[in-house]
């Protein structure tokens, strides 16, 4: 049989050295019950300072990492499982979320003071949702019945470009590390790439006039 070892500097065999190969086993931390049904979508805020949950059972909740005891916000307005959740980099403690087909809403939270923002009718199923990093934008894709891909103005919620060919749910949503492309993959067995947003000459993030504080 197979047998590892390590070799010394001196080129003889040194067992005592050998390294096991087999997996480690990693200790849960913390289990939460919380949720009643299985959860479906989960986001770090890009602070590390609160984590959003969402689930089966249409709620979202919102955690704060230095207390998982109990949830530090509960919303339970979307009328159909969160699958789709996005923090804001442009603003502290703004988040978006969206409702699977009985739902089809965008919403958005202000998870500084827990109030409810604006929310839109998308008319599909929000599958996921990703902000842009150089504007205040932001993408959708979306399952039954649309299977489109649609890009945002925050806070107007002005669709300015919807993406097709897609033919079923765009289940799936990746955001390159330069921020400029996304790949999408579909119930229709394919990916597709698009060129999606664009850094402005000053590479400056455009901010919204929107102001949390304001609500």
Known sequence: ???????????????SNARS????????QRLIREHRQEVCGLRWSLDRQMLASGGNDNRLLIWNASNLNDPMLQY?????AVKAISWS???????ASGGG???KTIRFWNTLNGQPLQSVDTGSQVCNIAWSKYANELITTHGYSQNQIL??????????ATLTGHTFRVLYLALSPEGENIVTGAGDETLRF?????????????????NLFDV
Request: no cysteine; charged share 15%; hydrophobic share 30%.
């Open 89 to 95: 980099p442009h603003q502290h403690g703004l988040l």
């Open 151 to 160: 890009l945002w103005n925050y806070p107007t919620m002005e669709k300015f």
């Open 21 to 28: 190969h087999e997996p480690a086993t990693v200790a849960t």
């Open 194 to 210: 698009w060129n999606v947003f664009r850094k402005n000459k000053t590479n400056k993030i455009v901010a919204s006039k929107h």
């Open 76 to 80: 339970d307005q979307h009328l159909a």
């Open 101 to 103: 087909t009985a739902d």
């Open 1 to 15: 049989r197979a047998t590892t070892s390590g070799v010394g500097t001196s080129g003889t065999s040194n067992n």
